[in-house]
């Protein structure tokens, strides 16, 4: 008895508790007159998700005033005293009677003030729920009239929700990020991430006063460089105004979603970092500079960059240019630009007509160079635009300056000095370039548009629905023949291991002088590839053997005792499969981190497949293409079936290498995580594009479904030929060529010639099945297993297909098939819209 009222006098200590506490020293968001904040008291905002106090960032022990995200202190988003630390921890934070808060150091001095004034004398600060601390007349809380001073205005490194970029016109004020000096250190460090508000408004970095990376300018749905932000729908909306009051652009969470900052890092890297609160971590959704072709004005003036190039020369110039120093050119030292070839033939006449000869040269897919000195008009039409270039010889080219309107694209923005910074993106926009008569192609002709595609038809719809059917039913037949039909297919690659995993020796470590011996000092003409993380550089052994290089960028390495770096390579070391590339060797010297893998002739998928030239594409005939799409699947298979199942996370074709033979390597587990108990929710970088729905939705929750979805987009881009956007344009695309029976005229890439029948009917099986994978419900997609095995049928005679269809409709008529089937459906919106 005694005990049991012990414990039930405990538990309500334990229920009470908090609520006592809460009741003494009540957790305010508001410093008023008469108090102050002390070393180690804090303002925590009403709803609790934002905490002002003092703080020591990183490995330093200088104590600063700063505000940061309840969930994670580390993610401190604004800093008072970023270059004036107080010493010890005798700061205090007060607000004076005259409207300023100040903050004090032990002997009364002052470290820092908001030097905002007051009428009243009863000023006090709040911090919001919005992260926002603001300073404002006591008598008359919650007007915003009454704010005499708030932190939003002076941005530290991070941009919040409701925080802007950009210029006040009337004050003059300019609000911009500032980088942190170091991790340790948030004095005012080298760059700044400003917006550019002539010309279209755009997000510059700048290391003192040169730019290093610009977004592209804002085009009405999105900065023309980065079009995968219109995928953060669900999680943010932008905002970018331009009055004559001011402009800004700034973003809004929506209520809800998961808490989301934008951080310029101490390396000038804008980041999009988005809370898990499962893992507790922040995830990166974007950043930027993502690859080589983001340098501000790497390929110069009038250059184009692609950093989907075939060879390690980024650069072209544009048609009708050439490099204006050839031997600097040939030395890939790019930044000199081009020039033009042909004179233009322009002359205005004092009478302000204009006699030309010169026409335009469209350039598609591009993020829009540089705007600072262009001229805007957005109340005329783009054929308006293209008169009144023509009309004005100092027009050297033009584009669009609103895409709203989707086909309809209005505004007009126009070019008269050097066009920089120019490069290829996907779902970029379109560039008209003037150009003399000679340059352009001789028959101009319309541009080569997709064709229009009618509505689905009912009767074909319905024929749809029963395919469908026979689909699902198939699906469901090899689930319930899992065990047989299984082991059969694994056998078909002898390198897997029946049960247990072996445990090979590691791979060898090897020093840094030998890799430098290798790749000649990673020399640039030894460069095969290069990713936003790494540069890969051929390296040749003493006897002859050639290896590939793979070298982490340093600044991207966020581990520094690089525990991180070797647990995966143990894990890559035990992944032996013909599907997967092989890991050689690692080195970890210093801040380096290599990997050497097998060398690859043929390099990666994404260039084969996504070739500019349509002879490049041919080269990977039909029969290639299906051999890669089953060692793909294959390989994903193997890596889900080990006893500790890898999730690869960041499949796409430029992790697919081909060697000799064109056999399908899948390669970079930099981002792959075994998968085992009390690790289920392992850091998740994944590309855009071929992201699972899920894991954007309803945050992380990271499946072996997920590599299921993205195999399925890489599916469709190999027989396509076409990268599927962060809208997935792609997908929706085949489903509908699909649905309607057109693969054949509507989705295989036609570069790559017409199958025969045979060829056709796997392809279409290949779809059929790259459809199964990217269903919106993880549920609803196959496993790994089942693809290797719907892939693997033998489907090249059409009497064997129809008995196995019929076969599957005799199953899918059995109770059990038949509610399956049904259900499966029903959560399967694609067929069906
Ligand atoms: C802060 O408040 C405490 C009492 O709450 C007071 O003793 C102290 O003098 C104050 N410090 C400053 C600098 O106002
Ligand atoms: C307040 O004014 C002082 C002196 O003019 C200046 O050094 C300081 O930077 C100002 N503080 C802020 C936050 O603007
Ligand atoms: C003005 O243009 C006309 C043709 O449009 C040409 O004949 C004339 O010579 C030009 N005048 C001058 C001053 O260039
Ligand atoms: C804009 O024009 C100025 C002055 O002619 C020039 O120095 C600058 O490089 C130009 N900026 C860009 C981005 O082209
Ligand atoms: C040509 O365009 C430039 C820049 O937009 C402008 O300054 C200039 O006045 C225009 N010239 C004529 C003749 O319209």
């Known amino acids: 008895m005694d005990t049991i009222f012990v414990h039930l006098l405990l538990l309500s200590f334990m229920i009470l508790r908090p609520i006592a506490i809460a009741a003494d020293v009540p957790e305010s968001d508001t410093l008023g007159k008469g108090r102050n904040i002390t070393d180690g008291e804090t303002l925590v905002s009403a709803d609790g998700t934002f905490t002002l106090g003092f703080f020591s960032p ?11 995200f309840s969930a994670s202190s580390v993610a401190v988003c604004w800093v008072a005293n970023g270059g004036r630390p107080v010493n ?3 700061g205090v934070l007060v607000v004076r009677d005259t409207g300023s808060l100040l903050l004090l150091d032990g002997s009364g001095q002052t470290i820092w003030s908001s030097n905002s004034t007051s009428s009243s004398s009863s000023a006090e600060a709040q911090l919001l729920n919005s992260g926002n601390l603001v300073v404002r007349d006591g008598g008359s809380s919650s007007s915003s009239d009454a704010i005499l001073w708030q932190s939003f205005d002076h941005p530290s490194n991070t941009l919040l929700s409701g925080m802007k970029l950009g210029k006040n016109k009337w004050t003059g004020a300019e609000w911009y ?7 340790d250190d948030p004095s005012p460090g080298a760059y700044r991430r400003a917006l550019d508000t002539s010309g279209l408004p755009e997000l510059v970095v700048w290391e003192g006063n040169v730019r290093t990376y610009r977004t592209g300018p804002w085009n009405g749905r999105w900065f023309s460089g980065v079009p995968e932000v219109s995928a953060y729908r669900n999680l943010i909306w932008y905002q970018v105004t331009t009055s004559p009051a001011e402009v800004s652009y700034g973003y809004t969470s929506n209520p809800g979603a998961a808490l989301t900052r934008v951080v310029l890092t101490d390396a000038g890297v804008a980041k999009r970092l988005v809370w ?3 893992a507790r971590t922040w995830q990166t959704f974007f950043q930027g500079p993502r690859d080589v ?11 184009l960059c692609d950093a989907g190039a075939a060879s390690t020369w980024f650069c072209t110039c544009l048609t009708g240019f050439s490099p204006a120093s050839p031997p600097a050119w040939s030395l890939r030292d790019t930044s000199g630009g081009c020039k033009r070839n042909v004179k233009l ?3 205005n006449n004092g009478s302000g007509t204009t006699t030309t000869t010169d026409g335009f040269l469209l350039v598609r897919g591009v993020k829009l160079p540089d705007t600072h000195n262009a001229t805007v008009d957005m109340s005329i039409t783009v054929e308006d635009c293209a008169a009144r270039c023509l009309a004005n010889c100092s027009c050297l080219a033009y584009a669009a300056a609103d895409i709203r309107g989707g086909d309809v694209r209005s505004g007009c923005v126009m070019w008269t000095d050097d066009i920089v910074d120019l490069r290829y993106v996907d779902k970029g926009q379109d560039l008209y370039l003037r150009l003399a008569r000679s340059e352009l192609p001789a028959a101009a002709g319309p541009s080569p548009q997709r064709p229009f595609r009618t509505a689905p038809v009912v009767g074909a719809s319905a024929a749809a629905v029963a395919v ?10 090899i689930r319930r023949r899992r065990r047989p039909i299984i082991p059969a297919a694994q056998s078909a690659s002898p390198s897997v291991p029946s049960t247990e995993l072996r445990r090979p020796p590691s791979v060898p470590s090897v020093d840094l002088s030998s890799l430098r011996r290798a790749t000649n000092d990673f020399s640039a003409d030894n460069v095969i590839g290069r990713g936003g993380f790494s540069t890969v550089f051929e390296g040749n052994l003493a006897d002859g053997t050639k290896v590939a290089v793979k070298r982490l960028t340093q600044s991207y390495l966020t581990d520094g005792g690089g525990e991180t770096f070797m647990r995966e390579v143990e894990v890559m070391s035990e992944l032996k499969h013909e599907n997967l590339a092989r890991l050689l060797a690692y080195c970890k010297d210093g801040n380096e981190r290599i990997l050497v893998y097998e060398y690859m002739e043929n390099r990666s998928l994404n260039l084969c497949i996504f070739a500019r030239d349509a002879n490049q594409r041919a080269v990977l005939n039909w029969e290639r293409r299906l051999e890669i799409i089953v060692g793909v699947a294959r390989g994903v298979a193997y890596l889900h079936g080990l006893s500790k199942v890898v999730i690869h996370r960041d499949l796409k074709p430029s992790n697919v290498l081909l060697d000799g033979n064109w056999r399908a390597k899948i390669a970079d587990f930099g981002t792959a ?3 085992v108990d009390g690790q289920t929710n392992p850091t998740l970088v994944q590309t855009e594009g071929y992201r699972a729905p899920e894991y954007t939705a309803r945050g992380p929750s990271l499946t072996l479904k997920c590599d299921v979805y993205s195999f399925g987009v890489v599916l469709i881009e190999i027989v396509s030929g076409q990268r599927n956007s962060s809208n997935q344009t792609l997908v929706s695309d085949a489903r509908e060529s699909w649905s309607q029976n057109k693969i054949k005229e509507n989705l295989l890439d036609p570069a790559v010639g017409q199958p025969g029948p045979e060829i056709l009917l796997r392809l279409e099986r290949c779809v059929q099945v790259g459809l199964l994978c990217v269903q919106q419900s993880p549920a609803d997609r196959p496993s790994m297993a089942e693809v290797v095995a719907m892939l693997t049928v033998n489907g090249t005679s059409s009497s064997q297909i129809r008995s196995h269809r019929s076969a599957a409709a005799a199953a899918a008529a059995t109770p059990l098939a038949t509610q399956d089937a049904s259900s499966g459906a029903h959560g399967d919106s694609i067929y069906l819209t």
Do not use: E, P, Q
């Not at 072709?293 to 250059?303: E, I, M, N, P, V």
């Open 345 to 347: 033939d322009c002359a």
């Open 673 to 675: 995580k075994v998968f």
């Open 177 to 183: 990020l500032t980088s942190w000096r170091s991790a």
């Open 276 to 278: 898990d609160a499962g």
């Open 88 to 90: 010890g921890n005798s």
């Open 468 to 477: 469908v059917l026979i689909v699902l039913s198939v699906v469901l037949v």
């Open 293 to 303: 072709c983001d340098a501000y004005g790497k390929c110069g003036a009038f250059g």
């Open 58 to 68: 990183g490995a330093s022990t200088k104590r600063y005033l700063g505000i940061w």
